[in-house]
Every structure is written in C-alpha cells, then in structure tokens.
C-alpha cells in the first residue's frame, strides 16, 4: 500500500513539473483567451439607444481630424471638396472590461453601438468611402473609451470675398455640430487644441496655399435649442504668379504694342488701323478668357477685372489717339486749301476790277465796280462825283464786313484747330507710357498692401 502511494506522489510531482518547464502550454493560452470580452459579453444588457451616462450629465466627445486632401476650390460655386480622417473619442462605462489591452470591432457592427450624431452643417454633398468595405474603424479600450474614426468626401460651402482677386485671400471653415443632441447630452471638444487637426502643414495645392490656421469650440443655436459646435478655420493665399503669366503680362504687352502705332506716320492709314483694331479685339478676348472661371456676379469688381479695364482704357485711347491726329492732319490740309483757294479768288477778283461782298440777304452777290453810261452826257461831271462819293461810301462798308467774318471764322477754326497735327504723337509717345507706369504703381500698391 505505502509503496503504491509512493508511485502515486512521484507521477504528481512529475506533471507539476511539465506543467511549470512549459508555461506557454495550450491549455494556459486557453485559459488567458477566457479573460478576452467578446461581443456577446459586452453587449449583454447594452441599449445602443440610450447615451452613456444617462441621467448623469453629458457625454464628453473629443474630436480630431486629419486632412487627407482638399480636391478642388471652386470660386464659381464658393466651396471646396476635401477628403477626412474624423475620428470621435468618447467614454461608455458599459462597455468596460478587465485588462489593459482594446479590441477593435469589425466597422459593420456599428449598428450595435450607440456613436455620437456628428455632422457638417455646411456640407453641400458628402459620403462615406466603401471600397472595399465602409471605411470605418471602431476601438474599444479596457476604461470604456470608444475610439470611432471613419472616412468621408465632402463639399463644403466657403463664402469668398474676390474684391481682391487674384491677389485675393480666403478664410474658410469646417464645422461639426451634434444633429440632435444638445449641450445637455453631449459636450465637444478638440482633444488636443490646434494640434488635433494634421494634414494642412503639408498639404500642396494648385492655386492657394494653406497660410494658417485655428481651432474654435463654439455653441450653434437654434430655435430647438443650443448644440455643440467646433470649427477650424484656416487661410488660403492665392498664388499670383500663375495670373501674372497668364493674363498681366499679356495684357501689357498687348497695351505696348498699341503704342507702336505712335511712330508710325498718319499717312499709313491702313497700318496705325489695323494695329490699333487688333489690340482692341485681342485685349477683348483675353477679358472675356479671364472672366470663364469666375461667378458672374455683380456685386464683385475684382482687382483683375481692373486691370483689365484699365488696359482696355488704354489700348482704345491710342486708338482715338490716331483719329484725332488724323482728323486735325486732314482739318489742316482743308483749311491750308481753302486759304489758297481764297486768295488766288481775290487775286482774280482784283484782276477783273471786282471785290467780293457778303450781304444779309445775298450773301454770294458781288459788286463790280466801274463808270456808269445810262447817265444823260450833258452831266458828266456831276455824274462822275456822285460815283466816286457813292463808291467811297461803300468801299469803307465792305472793308469792314470782310475784315469781321475773316476774324470770326479764324477764331472759330483756332479753338479746334491744331497747328502742327503731328505734335499729337508726339506728346502721346510720353503721356501714354507715363500715365501707363503711374497707374500700375497705385494699383499694386493698393491692391498687395492695402
């Protein structure tokens, strides 16, 4: 008998021992795998339609996001289209279990848990990415704390201000707010201050560039009551360099070449014509080019839209530039022939013994002036002193009505008349480029630093 107890006590001591050399054995991770929760543990008696801490006050959610990418800026529509990390942080006491390890739940069984009712209230169109399942990712921790992070495209409104377009910088937003539960329920919160948002440092786009941005935790009130709400706001600069080649200096180059027609003689009509039509046309084009990617909106006179004026102004004042020229160049020859014509007429006149006169009522009549013989001839003297008193008495009239209109019409033709036509491209090869140079220098200065 003792000797049988003996063997019983030496098979004991030998399993203890195998038991202690391999603790890693199966039956201990078996044993370990027992203390894991599993779904139908955690939600025994859980009631995702009820919040945590009900009753208890509200239900503190922390929030983070990551900026993936921001697609398009669209000024026609005032909006852009960005790709999100949002990722929700919030702590259910009935979901607690023993350890220090969490447990990632497959995305699809969220309907099983109660999540926060988050949404953009200036979002215009959004879904979530499903390739090739519902970008969602649900983390459980020991304490209770939910981790719910999901992945969405959406459009979301901007209100732009383009008066200084393209020079022109844009503050946008991205707003959270609970759809139905008020500040009651639950409370929102950045969970690390400005440093909850990432992505924006190094985000590349192809017309702005991020310039700053900040976190705000505010409250949205309606008329059903008062909602959390957070925002970050963050700045865009527009780079110009783009508009710079791509209109500015086409639409100088396009004012330099109006002034070409400058050192061109007024004689060349079909050379000074066709240039000047031709920059006015092109400068027309290239407005309407820059005006396709832009609202049709009144209430915005754009910095490039000014420009684009302005340089309008002066490629068509070069063009009035040459019609001016050339209608005092064609009124100065006119006026040169009419002198001539004059004075060979009275040169003629003198020569015939007749001197032109213009009268009230028969302005074209002329007077010629001789020895009258219908006169009786038994009277010749006292004929011919009456002739001479009457023509002594009327030559002195006659002076007198030629000198006056000859006054007036050249006073007249003085006010409109140049005396040297081809003084007028002359002054405009200065006034033009320096007017040009004085206005570009308030335009830059009011538009880049005001």
Known sequence: MSVQLHALLILYLSFTQCGCMYPNHHWGEWNDSQLLPTIQKLMKGYNRYLRPNFNEGPVEIGMSLDIASIDAISEINMDYTATIFLRQRWRDSRLVFPGNESVSVDGRLVSLLWIPDTFIPDSKRSFLHDVTVENRLIRIFSNGTVLYALRITATIACNMDLTKYPMDRQVCSLQLESWGYNLQDVVFYWTRGNDSVKGLDTLRLAQYSVESYYTTVSEAVYETGQYPKLVLHFALRRNVLFFILETYVPSILLVVLSWVSFWISQSSVPARTCIGVTTVLTMTTLMMGARTSLPNANCFIKAIDVYLGICFTFIFGALLEYACAHFYTMQHQTIEDLHRDLLREFN????????????????????????????????????????????KEKAPGQGCGLSSVKNASRRAASAFTVENPHNIDRHARTVFPTAFLFVNILYWLYYLFL
Do not use: M
């Not at 003198?350 to 002036?369: A, C, H, K, L, Y």
């Open 348 to 391: 003629e006149s003198n020569g015939n013994g007749s001197i032109p006169i213009v009268t009230s009522t028969q302005p074209n009549q002329s007077v010629e002036i001789s020895s009258t013989a219908e006169e009786p001839t038994e009277q010749p003297a006292n004929s011919d002193t009456r002739n001479n008193a009457g023509s």
